[in-house]
């Protein structure tokens, strides 16, 4: 492995802007694994068709947890990683469990996580006003507490290397982002 490529998880709670960073630092050349798309993918071999309230895509992935572990995001992660990262810098999006880091940590010691947060309020009206499956307030919160309690989401954001408060601009997060690029 090429010690000069770099290996970033993003993570935080639903609207703290991890999308922003990811999709940045793919138009900057970096190579993107999209944890959600393990999902769409296995439910579209399965059959299973994607509800709009987000409820047939909870449950699968519920399930897949439930067969293969509570890390089996980041085992089906890895062959690309270990595939995309000789060559090039790498992303993840959506890892979401201190199962999943610990697995990668192990796999890969030069993972560094890099948590966005944002104030709730303003991740509650970022989520509210989305045009692929918005939320109302009581949604997003059942849906923060189910992660916090169901899938140990905290645990990679309390043990981030580094932290981008997201409580203002777009443009004030990128910044703050090529900060912790130029450290990683």
Do not use: Q
């Amino acid at each position: 492995m090429n010690k000069l490529n770099k290996l970033i998880a993003i993570v935080g709670m639903s609207g703290s802007g991890k999308s922003i960073i990811t999709d940045y630092l793919e138009s900057i050349g970096w190579d993107k694994i999209y944890f959600g798309g393990f999902t769409y993918k296995l439910m579209d071999e399965a059959g299973i068709v994607r509800t709009e309230d987000g409820k047939s895509e909870k449950e699968f992935r519920e399930k897949l947890r439930k067969e293969h572990g509570k890390e089996c995001y980041a085992k089906f992660a890895e062959p690309e990683i270990r595939e995309k990262l000789p060559n090039n810098n790498v992303v993840l999006d959506g890892l979401y469990s201190w199962y999943e880091y610990k697995y990668l940590i192990d796999k890969f010691p030069n993972l560094k996580l890099v948590a966005v947060i944002a104030d709730k309020n303003i991740r509650y009206d970022r989520v509210s006003r989305r045009v692929d499956r918005p939320f109302d307030k009581k949604a997003i919160i059942d849906r923060d507490l189910s992660e916090i309690e169901n899938l140990y989401k905290g645990g990679p954001i309390a043990y981030a290397d580094y932290y981008i408060l997201n409580n203002s601009t777009i443009e004030d997060e990128i910044n703050s982002l090529k900060k912790i690029i130029e450290e990683v």
